[in-house]
């Protein structure tokens, strides 16, 4: 049972690159989130999909897009990348966004580094 | 969202010493959720607290919500290696979206 799968696990860019995040969940989860997690600091929300087909803005959205391309697929797009977007990338799923009991599950991991 | 305070930021503590970390909010909470995250991994849920006055226990890890909803602890008691990481409260908010503490780091001195 894979769970949560991330690619890649790390990745080096250089200011004005663009690249793409992918996240795969065999859970048959509804709800599909992408995180970035800074040193010292929590887990903030970037977008998330609360069933395929729709997608909103979390709470540090700008710089990235999102495709739900099924309902086991969950892509983060940098369009170009800045140095402010070093960071640790996790991708998280959950049965559905609107039950309170519900807990959500992690990938691995991307460790981004903007050059 | 309003965000949860979580304290201390890093506790250090010697093998088979108990450590604490708390969350507090200064609005009343639907849920609190517990999450552990160890180095260079990704969070994985412990718990989830609902009901006011709450009390629930995992072998050596002891978890609390506060009678007013508004405030939750993790107590582990006799620390061991594997224990070492990052601890986060994280609340649902009414988008029902997680809003993540900044989590409390435990240390195990050499």
């Known amino acids: 049972n894979a769970g949560v799968t991330q690619t890649p696990k790390f990745q080096v860019l250089k200011t004005g690159q663009s690249m793409t995040l992918q996240c795969a969940q065999d859970?048959?989860?509804?709800?599909m989130y992408w995180y970035r997690q800074d040193p010292g600091m929590g887990l903030r929300l970037i977008y998330y999909?609360?069933?395929?087909?729709?997608?909103d803005k979390g709470e540090v959205p700008n710089g990235y897009n999102v495709s739900r391309l099924n309902k086991r697929e969950f892509s983060l797009r940098l369009e170009s990348a800045a140095p402010s977007q070093t960071s640790v990338y996790f991708c998280?799923?959950?049965?559905?966004?609107?039950?309170?009991?519900?807990?959500?599950?992690f990938g691995q991991g991307t460790r981004l580094t903007v050059v | 969202g309003q965000q949860v305070m979580q304290i201390p930021q890093y506790q250090h503590v010697q093998e088979g010493e108990d450590f604490t970390t708390y969350c507090n909010s200064s609005?009343?909470?639907?849920?609190i959720q517990w999450y552990k995250q160890r180095p260079g991994g990704h969070p994985v849920f412990l718990i989830q607290?609902?009901?006011s006055g709450e009390v629930k226990k995992q072998k050596r890890l002891t978890f609390q919500f506060g009678e007013a909803k508004k405030n939750s602890s993790l107590h582990i008691t006799a620390t061991q290696t594997t224990d070492v990481g990052t601890y986060f409260c994280?609340?649902?908010?009414?988008?029902?979206?997680?809003?993540w503490g900044a989590g409390t780091k435990l240390i195990i001195k050499p």
């Open positions: 998280a799923s959950s049965i559905y966004v609107g039950a309170l009991n519900t807990e959500a599950f």
């Open positions: 859970m048959n989860h509804n709800s």
């Open positions: 999909s609360a069933s395929e087909g729709t997608t």
């Open positions: 609005t009343t909470l639907s849920n």
């Open positions: 607290l609902v009901k």
């Open positions: 994280a609340r649902k908010d009414s988008n029902y979206q997680l809003i």
